[in-house]
Nanobody, 129 residues
Framework: QVQLVESGGGLVQIGGSLRLSCVAS????????IAWFRQASGEKREGISC???????WIRDSEKGRFTTSRDNAGNSAYLQIYNLKPEDTAVYYC???????????????????????WGQGDQVIASS
């Protein structure tokens, strides 16, 4: 079965850290770009990071300095590390795999939301006080 599965979310104290994992199964993800999106309740899904197949990374400006993304091709996995968690980080986080292998952007420099081969089911992160 081809799928992406996110894990590592949950209830985390404001100011704390967490690492979200995105594990691919049923396909080899090393040639794919892995993008991370999040969707807060009542809001649109927004792209926050991407790592290309060659390891180049992109982090949205508003999360630079707090978010990093990485991948472990041997483990068929990608990661989103969040530091200094803020209330506005509360959202469902999704990973998505792009067979093109590179990160794609809209004209307004936001991460493209379309034409990913696979999406994970999402993982809830709640920043608690």
């Amino acid at each position: 079965q081809v799928q992406l599965v996110e894990s590592g979310g949950g209830l985390v104290q404001i100011g704390g850290s967490l690492r979200l994992s995105c594990v691919a199964s049923g396909f080899t993800s090393d040639s794919y770009a892995i993008a991370w999106f999040r969707q807060a309740s009542g809001e649109k899904r927004e792209g926050i990071s991407c790592i290309a197949s060659d390891g180049h990374t992109w982090i949205r400006d508003s999360e630079k300095g707090r978010f990093t993304t990485s991948r472990d091709n041997a483990g068929n996995s990608a990661y989103l590390q969040i530091y200094n968690l803020k209330p506005e980080d509360t959202a469902v986080y999704y990973c998505a795999a792009d067979p093109r292998g590179y990160c794609r952007f809209e004209y307004d420099k936001t991460l493209t939301k379309d034409e990913y081969a696979f999406w994970g089911q999402g993982d809830q992160v709640i920043a608690s006080s």
